[in-house]
């Protein structure tokens, strides 16, 4: 029988290509049960979907900060067994820390995090009943290193790092596995809402220097980045199939190898000071160091091209 998977946040970006290509799975593995929020974005869906669309894929409501939204949306899953959960659903928060109310972050947690946590709750009593499941989490190489001005995403994704590395110890006793999905940055409404986001925020309480370091330094560099680095959705969406479709599947799984140098600066270094000071050099150097012509971002080294255009 074809496993169902569950994922929220399909209305858009990875979760929408994710369930996509699982339901059209060329050996029809796979029932996806593509959830989204608001039922009234389900069209780019359903058109992506094509003939999956009532064979292999249903849409399904699904509020991952509502208790009663996710009890619904189980209760239709048939036996509501779900034998892979995939915790897509994500907001972003991004901007100088005084000009950000805690309501913002509290939402990003409420979301990233406990959203995250609720839907695990529900679906884990029957994975273990049953002795199987694999639970995969969309985190973020944020998860793994903290980036200026990010600074409560990038709390939320370490916080779902540590959670399920937790929780993936209790879970192998169980036959159930965490795969933690960790894209580096990837062009997707994601970053075109924060933009949107920050073009009309006004920060209120910040000074005039963290203002313009977040404005005249950060935004620029951060565009940069995508330009350079940036994945598709899909590119991401076929590491997170091949992870499904993994006999013994991975904790951690990165998903943009050419954002791996700067992942891996934080292991070389314990102390953490070589990470940090790269990126403080990033950030406050940027444009002397594109005028230079010094491709290395990384490590300053004149011989890997780490971002090349
Ligand atoms: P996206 O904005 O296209 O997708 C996020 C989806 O989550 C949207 O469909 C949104 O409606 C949904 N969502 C938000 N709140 C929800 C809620 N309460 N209940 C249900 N759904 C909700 O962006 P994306 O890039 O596809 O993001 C997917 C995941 O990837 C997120 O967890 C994000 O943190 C992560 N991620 C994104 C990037 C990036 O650069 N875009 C990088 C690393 C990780």
């Given at each position: 029988?074809p496993?169902?998977?569950?994922?929220?946040?399909?209305?858009s970006g990875?979760?929408?290509?994710?369930?996509v290509?699982?339901?059209?799975?060329?050996?029809?593995?796979?029932h996806?049960?593509?959830t989204m929020r608001?039922?009234g974005?389900?069209?780019?869906?359903?058109?992506?979907?094509?003939?999956?669309?009532?064979?292999?894929l249903?849409?399904?409501?699904?509020?991952?900060?509502?208790?009663?939204?996710?009890?619904?949306c189980?209760s239709c899953?048939?036996?509501?067994?779900?034998?892979?959960?995939?915790?897509?659903?994500?907001?972003?928060?991004?901007g100088?820390?005084?000009g950000?109310?805690?309501?913002?972050?509290?939402?990003?947690?409420?979301?990233?995090?406990f959203?995250?946590v609720?839907?695990?709750?529900?679906?884990?009593p029957?994975m273990?009943r049953r002795?199987?499941?694999?639970?995969?989490?969309?985190?973020?190489?944020m998860?793994?290193?903290?980036v200026?001005?990010?600074?409560?995403?990038?709390?939320s994704?370490?916080?779902?790092?540590?959670?399920?590395?937790?929780?993936?110890?209790?879970?192998l006793?169980?036959?159930i596995f965490?795969?933690?999905?960790?894209?580096g940055?990837?062009?997707?409404?994601?970053e075109?809402?924060?933009?949107e986001?920050?073009?009309?925020?006004e920060?209120?309480?910040?000074d005039p220097?963290?203002?313009?370091?977040?404005?005249?330094?950060?935004?620029?560099?951060s565009?940069?980045?995508?330009?350079n680095v940036?994945q598709?959705p899909?590119?991401?969406?076929?590491v997170?199939v091949?992870?499904i479709?993994?006999?013994?599947?991975?904790?951690?799984?990165?998903?943009?190898?050419?954002?791996?140098?700067?992942?891996?600066?934080?292991?070389?270094?314990?102390?953490?000071s070589?990470?940090?000071?790269?990126?403080?050099?990033?950030?406050?150097?940027?444009?002397?160091?594109?005028?230079?012509g010094?491709r290395?971002l990384?490590?300053?080294?004149?011989?890997?091209?780490?971002?090349?255009?």
């Amino acid at each position: 029988a074809p496993r169902t998977v569950l994922i929220s946040g399909c209305s858009s970006g990875i979760g929408l290509e994710l369930a996509v290509q699982l339901a059209h799975d060329p050996r029809q593995r796979y029932h996806v049960v593509a959830t989204m929020r608001d039922l009234g974005k389900k069209g780019t869906l359903e058109a992506a979907a094509g003939e999956a669309l009532g064979q292999t894929l249903t849409v399904a409501q699904l509020d991952v900060c509502s208790d009663e939204s996710v009890a619904q949306c189980l209760s239709c899953i048939q036996g509501g067994e779900v034998d892979v959960l995939v915790n897509n659903a994500g907001v972003g928060l991004v901007g100088p820390l005084e000009g950000l109310s805690l309501a913002a972050m509290q939402n990003v947690f409420d979301t990233n995090f406990f959203g995250a946590v609720r839907l695990v709750k529900a679906v884990l009593p029957g994975m273990k009943r049953r002795r199987q499941g694999h639970i995969v989490v969309v985190s973020s190489v944020m998860g793994l290193q903290g980036v200026v001005f990010n600074e409560a995403y990038a709390a939320s994704k370490f916080a779902v790092e540590g959670f399920f590395e937790s929780l993936a110890v209790q879970l192998l006793q169980f036959n159930i596995f965490i795969s933690l999905v960790e894209p580096g940055p990837v062009i997707t409404e994601f970053e075109g809402k924060l933009l949107e986001q920050v073009s009309t925020a006004e920060f209120p309480g910040t000074d005039p220097d963290t203002l313009s370091y977040f404005q005249d330094l950060y935004l620029p560099a951060s565009r940069e980045l995508f330009h350079n680095v940036g994945q598709s959705p899909q590119d991401v969406a076929k590491v997170i199939v091949k992870v499904i479709g993994s006999a013994r599947p991975p904790l951690r799984r990165q998903t943009n190898t050419r954002y791996t140098p700067l992942t891996a600066l934080k292991a070389m270094d314990p102390s953490g000071s070589l990470y940090v000071r790269t990126s403080h050099r990033l950030l406050f150097h940027w444009p002397r160091l594109l005028k230079l012509g010094l491709r290395c971002l990384a490590c300053s080294c004149f011989r890997t091209p780490v971002w090349p255009r």
